[in-house]
């Protein structure tokens, strides 16, 4: 064995270093912590009252189709206020936007908790609430997407975002599973009263971030400052091509609403739950095991490749007879999402100037819960004309032949190179020089104080 050769020990060793999540943001930034426990905290409630609510609705009316028209409650708050978002993201503190639309959210789980211990519940509350949900979450979100890059060094931002889904992917195949236990066992209003409890957690982490004041000369918000935003993200073609990738993607493979009828089709009723959790194991797979992606620099080229992944394993799944190669294609899918979303958000974040960054995400927002729904809209009108697997895998393989159609459209996707691309290195600039004043204005406040507690002394 060469003498410079590590031994298959050490080699081992290191495979699992450059594997494990890089907890880098987490040690060096006390706002990103705070940040990242409050998420842990809201999402284990949200998933409550994300099963309670369906599961109320059909205890009040026995009707699907009154449970399906919670979407449709939702869908025109979600766009309007996720644009407007954007726009106050850029024009005030995000830190207190978050704060304020975290406590509104609270409030609203209030209204649905004091609905359920009503004697008898009323049904038009609940629709109200969900539309207003949507709409303070449209808020909150933009500001809150684009209040990681603020409290984050620019180096980190790829291990930020892995961390952050590592979260959110446990909550997903954890999260409904304790909400069904919880609905089952204690009723709806013991899942509502819990998850009002996690939002008052939640706020208190929050309240301890320091402020996040927007850019000097920040845009106010208006319409002409959203369109500024639309123009901005037309006019990055790199971008465009994360929007129109991870739409196409979700439009023509993300086939959800067929998952019952799938499961019966394959004599495998009792697999329906593990379905819906297939992709979040994949994908929380994929979050701790994330250290290899900071190391990625050809995020365009990583985006695409995922998304094809994506696709491929959609088509295996409709193509397939067995309930176990369906549930391994289905986790293999969602591991695939969870790295094209890893190379999305590090895009966005390292590349986009702070001012624009919260109308950005506003489109970010419409472009990643569109697709989903239009997904499954997509889904459940091709089954009904060529049956449910027909639909599964024809949507995987156009959603291949979509990617491939938008990468020939727009070249400068897969050109994107963190270390070359000009919008980057303009962004880390910035950060740089704000990391500068942060440190210039703390030496200052420490000689400040040593002076004066130096005075009493000297006048002695």
Known sequence: MNDAE??????????LRSLRPDLTPWRSSRDFRLLWLSGCVTSLGSFLTYVAVPMQIKELTGSSVAVGLVGAFELVPLVVFGLWGGALADALDRRRLVLFSEAALGLLSGVLLLNALLPTPVLWP??????????ADGLQRPALDSLTPRIVPHDQLTAAFALNSLYRNAGSVAGPALAGVVVAFAGVQTAYALDVLTFAASLVLLARIRAVPPPTGADKPSVQAVLTGVRYAWSRKDLLGTYAVDLVAMLFAFPVAVFPFLASELDADWALGLMYSASAVGALAVSVTSGWASRVHRLGRMLVAAALGWGAAMALAGLTASVWAVLLCLALAGGADQISGIARSTMWNQSI??????????????????????????????????????SVWVGGVACVAGVLALVAA????????DRTDPHA?????????AAADRAEADRAAVE?????????????
Do not use: C, F, I
């Not at 590590?6 to 495979?15: A, D, E, I, K, Y």
């Not at 727009?410 to 190179?417: G, K, M, N, T, V």
């Not at 290195?425 to 020089?433: G, K, T």
């Open 448 to 460: 400040a104080a040593k002076a004066e507690a130096a005075a009493p002394a000297t006048q002695k």
């Open 126 to 135: 609940v629709y109200l609430v969900a539309a207003l949900v949507a709409a």
């Open 353 to 390: 100037p702070d001012e624009v960054r919260g109308r950005m995400a506003g489109v970010e927002l419409l472009s990643y819960s569109l697709g989903p729904q239009l997904g499954q809209v997509r889904a459940g009108g091709m089954a009904g004309l060529v049956g449910v697997r027909a």
């Open 6 to 15: 590590p031994p298959p020990s050490g080699r081992l060793q290191t495979l």
């Open 410 to 417: 727009l070249p400068a996707l897969l050109a994107y190179d």
């Open 425 to 433: 290195a303009a962004v880390r600039a910035e950060h740089e020089r």
